[in-house]
């Protein structure tokens, strides 16, 4: 049983936590929170054991009755690997513990890949990352590219990819945060980090994206026009995605034509928080012609990460060699199967 830490219980870590909980070959040892907050007690109800980084205010926790078990380093020393999950560009400064107590550690997206100086995707690197001592899992949207650009550079090879990222303007728990009524150019030079971001998994890719940020919560679209060596037809294409475990299509009979639909689908399907892990392509929007390839993608950024964390640790731990081993064990302990099962 692998013990795992995860440092930065918010968005991303809760998730993870549950999804590690749920598999049968590692376990939550603790989480960390900086604050009192409606999460931490929600970590009280799953009964992970809570840590914070600043024992002086361990009575603030314990006076709205949330027991403290020590701090994020006594966690750290008790783990086996370290997930993560702070905010962008605290992770990085939590790397000196990690080395200091001589632990495995997993960085998310909002870290440089120089944090870990190797960036996963669990269809793309697996078997890079076993055994490593530091891994970085990109980030929500270049998950998503990366998954769909593999499979397509397998069959058929890519010349070019050109992508138009959508992006939501903050996660739906986030008050702080915009737009509240602008479409961001985010930046407005080209290309957006995304582009070299792939780059980081599939360094061979000759990839241009452009970015922008819009007034939504719920999901990231993707606008991708891929350029192939070879003719590419799109029942090849469909069929690509029906097969992968990690790749959904969301299908003509849905009529399924936005984000707000997609989430209300999987609320209805019952899914833990509405997470969508997989992409969900649009089938109506896939056109080939010759060489070129087009379609749209929906992104849920706070879900699509989660999966790979955990095929993440099993491979830096060694539990599992085997890609497709490994996401097949993640898959079947969520219960989680594409979308285009399920319509
Ligand atoms: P978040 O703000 O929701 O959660 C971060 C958590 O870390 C909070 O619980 C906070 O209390 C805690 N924290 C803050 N400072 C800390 C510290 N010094 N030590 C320990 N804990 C601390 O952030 P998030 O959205 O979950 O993002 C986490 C990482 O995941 C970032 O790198 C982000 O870029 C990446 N990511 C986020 C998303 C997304 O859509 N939210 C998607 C993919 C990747």
Not at 57 to 75: D, I, P, Q, R, Y
Not at 277 to 297: P, V
Not at 313 to 319: C, K
Request: charged residues 25%.
């Amino acid at each position: 049983m692998i013990k795992v830490a995860i440092n930065g219980y918010g968005t991303i870590g809760k998730r993870v936590a549950d999804a590690v909980a749920a598999q049968k070959d590692m376990n939550v040892i603790g989480v960390s929170k900086t604050r009192p907050s409606a999460e931490a007690f929600i970590a009280k109800q799953r009964g992970y054991p809570l840590y914070i980084a600043d024992i002086s205010k361990k009575a603030a926790f314990e006076k709205v009755g949330l027991a403290v078990a020590g701090t994020v380093e006594e966690m750290c020393l008790a783990a086996d690997v370290i997930v993560d999950a702070t905010p962008g560009d605290v992770g990085a400064t939590n790397k000196p513990l990690y080395e200091k107590l001589g632990k495995k550690a997993l960085w998310q997206g909002g870290e440089d890949h120089e944090v870990a100086g190797f960036s996963f995707n669990s269809s793309c690197n697996y078997k890079d990352a076993i055994g490593r001592q530091f891994v970085r899992v990109v980030s929500c949207n270049t998950t998503g590219l990366c998954r769909i650009i593999n499979e397509i550079d397998r069959e058929f090879g890519v010349a070019h990819v050109h992508a138009i990222m959508v992006r939501r303007g903050s996660d739906p728990g986030e008050i702080k945060k915009g737009p509240i009524d602008a479409v961001v150019l985010d930046p407005v030079t080209v290309p957006s980090h995304h582009g070299p971001d792939v780059l980081s998994v599939l360094p061979h890719i000759s990839i241009t994206t452009m970015a922008m940020i819009v007034p939504t919560t719920m999901m990231h679209m993707h606008a991708i026009q891929i350029t192939t060596k070879k003719e590419v037809t799109r029942d090849r294409v469909i069929d690509l995605i029906k097969k992968h475990p990690r790749l959904g299509l969301v299908k003509k009979s849905a009529a399924i034509k936005s984000t707000a639909e997609l989430k209300e689908f999987a609320m209805d399907l019952g899914r833990q928080r509405a997470d969508l892990y997989e992409n969900c392509i649009f089938e109506d929007s896939i056109y080939a012609n010759k060489t070129e390839l087009c379609f749209f993608q929906a992104i849920h950024q706070e879900a699509d990460v989660v999966v790979e964390n955990v095929d993440a640790i099993r491979a830096m731990t060694g539990l599992e060699k085997d890609a497709a081993t490994s996401i097949r064990m993640t898959n079947a302990a969520l219960g989680f199967s594409p979308i285009q099962n399920n319509h």
